[in-house]
């Protein structure tokens, strides 16, 4: 038993499970189920689990709270992130009230990681606020009842590093993101398990990677992270078609919930410094093809309401063809566009990381309904954009890594209430 949950520890799920494969105690059971989910069976991983925490007895809380995280982090491998998560929390509790910090800081990064795959991501800070020293290390009660810091161990740290660089991404805190990313890797060397090296890797890499396009004209320019941070963070009026917003500074008006409203700001932006004629406005608003009077008049109520929320930074200014944007303060207009074409950047965004994900849990991330999702994922299915496997309720879908690019921008985050 020893050796084999040395092996997993090691990220060497096969020698693991030769030394246990015949036996069916809990202790046996919870380590195959690791072992399993090491290996990619996470079906069989959660039964496994499930059995060893019915196996272990009343007195055994310690134990049984430990196959509810493992069974919590097989469940967010299979991107299974709906539901109550009270019993992970009750889990935490038990570890914590037994003096294992270890497998504390496992469940709270479980909880943090599904944050961010749902977006939350004020909600993923305050998980992580509870690390010490930026996290690497764990607060460990004393015998006198003060705390002293200990060092997580090698793995633990690198995940640890990992999610606190994706929320500092998600976050466009590229420095922070860069330092944890930093750390990230010691720890991975000093843990020497191959698929956490990769992923530090795979992370590495999205600093390099184009995230956005800078529409100037008819042409484009690929931007990574840093430089896409610099534009945001410059005098211009930033008319942000990743995020689905419209900035300067300190103040950004959302426009994610009013699509028609982005799409006229998104044509004003793309003709500045000229104008935009009314049935290219009509056209790339409502996708009307021979507008009427009716759609010539709701476009004059769509350019008012326009007008009226960016009224702080710009001017909508009517033409003789159609209207212009005209910025305060003599500024420059930026243009930001996602790395791929069309609507769906944000299920592709999600279905990039190689995970089989259901549409439930694809709707409860995008916050949307699950029937608008399975609509869309039909017709990405159609393009060959997505792959589906299983029937009915077993059905996941998979999508190859969106490669040349990194995804960040694209990822959903929870907007706040109207």
Do not use: K
């Not at 764990?138 to 090698?154: D, M, N, V």
């Not at 992270?225 to 689905?244: H, K, P, Q, T, W």
């Amino acid at each position: 038993m020893a050796a084999s949950a040395r092996a997993l520890a090691a990220g060497d799920p096969i020698r693991a499970l030769n030394g246990i494969s015949l036996r069916d105690d809990p202790p046996a059971l919870a380590l195959r189920g690791i072992a399993m989910a090491q290996l990619g069976e996470y079906p069989r991983a959660c039964e496994l689990l499930r059995q060893a925490a019915r196996g272990f007895g009343p007195h055994e809380a310690l134990a049984r709270a430990r196959c509810v995280v493992a069974e919590a982090e097989v469940a967010l491998a299979m991107r299974e992130i709906g539901g109550s998560q009270r019993e992970l929390a009750a889990a935490a509790a038990a570890l914590e009230a037994h003096g294992d910090l270890q497998n504390v800081l496992q469940a709270r990064l479980i909880a943090a990681r599904r944050l961010l795959l749902l977006g939350l991501l004020d909600e993923a800070e305050g998980a992580l606020s509870r690390f010490d020293e930026g996290p690497t290390a764990l607060a460990h009660p004393a015998a006198s009842g003060a705390s002293r810091p200990r060092e997580l161990p090698p793995s633990l740290a690198a995940i640890a590093a990992l999610v606190a660089a994706e929320l500092s991404l998600r976050r466009l805190r590229i420095g922070a993101a860069r330092e944890a990313l930093a750390r990230a890797r010691q720890a991975a060397d000093r843990a020497r398990i191959p698929a956490i090296l990769a992923e530090v890797s795979e992370a590495c890499a999205t600093l390099e990677h184009p995230a956005a396009r800078r529409i100037i004209g008819q042409h484009e320019q690929a931007l990574r992270l840093d430089e896409v941070v610099d534009i945001l963070e410059s005098d211009a009026l930033v008319v942000d078609g990743c995020r689905r917003r419209v900035g300067a500074g300190p103040t950004w008006l959302p426009l994610a919930r009013r699509p028609v409203l982005f799409a006229l700001a998104r044509s004003l932006a793309e003709a500045w410094p000229g104008d935009v004629e009314r049935q290219r406005l009509i056209a790339s608003a409502f996708r009307i093809r021979r507008p009427d009077e009716t759609h010539r008049a709701r476009l004059r109520v769509e350019i008012g309401r326009l007008r009226s929320l960016v009224e702080p930074l710009a001017r909508i200014e009517a033409t003789g063809p159609g209207f212009a944007l005209v910025p305060h303060d003599g500024r420059s207009v930026a243009l930001l566009a996602p790395p791929v074409d069309g609507d769906r950047g944000s299920l592709l965004a999600l279905l990039a990381d190689g995970a089989a994900w259901s549409s439930a849990s694809l709707a409860l991330a995008m916050d949307a309904s699950q029937r608008t999702v399975q609509r869309e994922l039909t017709e990405l299915e159609a393009a060959g954009q997505v792959r589906a496997i299983g029937r009915g309720r077993t059905r996941r879908w998979l999508a190859a890594p969106l490669a040349g690019f990194a995804t960040i921008l694209l990822l959903p985050v929870v907007l706040p209430p109207r």
